[in-house]
């Protein structure tokens, strides 16, 4: 059974303080990693998708990493807008579902 | 980037009365589109995927007579949640695949959500 387990489960940051989340999986047979952000009430925004371990991939003020066991956000010089729940989920070799994980709420004070 | 719709983006009904949400895809076709549920502080939780001109594949636990799903076209699948009661409010979110030149890609993209309350 396909498992994602992400830390920490809510982080605070004072703005432009930079800092990581985590994301560990176990999968049989990795299709596909990716990275959501979403806002209160709303449906998931896709940020990343990662394929292989040693992948990297950039938006803005976010990184994302991948490695065969788990992959990490980093954000730098977060501003209050970044301030949301990043989910991330794993896709399976030959289907197109996808397991989530509780996410991370990150809250980013001015 | 692809865009999915909802709607309604919220509603309240009546126990027992039949509620019936819309998923779009506005500017790509989908041949494979999403449900899923969302309780307060919890992650989504896929209830069942919906495939266009076929009947949709529901998750283990997930009343597939409570909860229909119809995917008459590429571009809309409806769920349909029959005699709604109480324990049947939460957000409802659809997503989907885009399919290009007879293709799926592997990235789900997502509605807005729809806030169902049963009274």
């Known amino acids: 059974e396909d498992q994602v387990t992400q830390s920490p489960e809510a982080l605070r940051l004072q703005e432009g303080e930079s800092s990581s989340l985590n994301c560990s999986y176990t999968?049989?047979?990795?299709?596909?990693l990716f990275w959501y952000r979403q806002d209160p009430g709303k449906g998931p925004e896709f940020l990343f998708t990662?394929?292989?371990a040693g992948e990297e991939k950039e938006k803005e003020r976010l990184k994302a990493t991948l490695t065969k066991k788990e992959s990490f956000l980093h954000i730098t010089a977060p501003k209050p807008e970044d301030s949301a729940t990043y989910l991330c989920?794993?896709?399976?070799?030959?289907?197109?579902?996808?397991?989530f994980g509780e996410g991370t709420q990150l809250t980013v004070n001015p | 980037g692809a865009v999915v719709s909802q709607h309604p983006s919220w509603v309240i009904c009546k126990s027992g009365t039949s509620v019936k949400i819309e998923c779009r895809s506005l500017?790509?076709?989908?041949?494979?589109m999403f449900w899923y549920r969302q309780f307060p502080k919890q992650s989504l939780m896929l209830m069942a995927t919906?495939?266009?001109?076929?009947?949709?594949?529901?998750e283990q636990g997930v009343e597939k007579d409570k909860f229909l799903i119809n995917h008459a076209s590429l571009t809309l699948s409806t769920l349909t949640v029959t005699s709604a009661h109480p324990e049947d409010s939460s957000f409802y979110i659809c997503?989907?695949?885009?399919?290009?030149?007879?293709?799926?890609?592997?990235?789900?993209?997502f509605g807005p959500g729809t806030r169902l309350t049963v009274l």
């Open positions: 997503s989907a695949i885009v399919t290009a030149r007879g293709r799926s890609t592997d990235t789900q993209y």
């Open positions: 999968v049989s047979g990795l299709r596909g």
């Open positions: 990662l394929y292989s």
């Open positions: 989920a794993v896709q399976a070799m030959g289907g197109s579902r996808l397991t």
């Open positions: 500017d790509f076709q989908a041949t494979t």
């Open positions: 919906s495939n266009e001109g076929s009947k949709a594949t529901y």
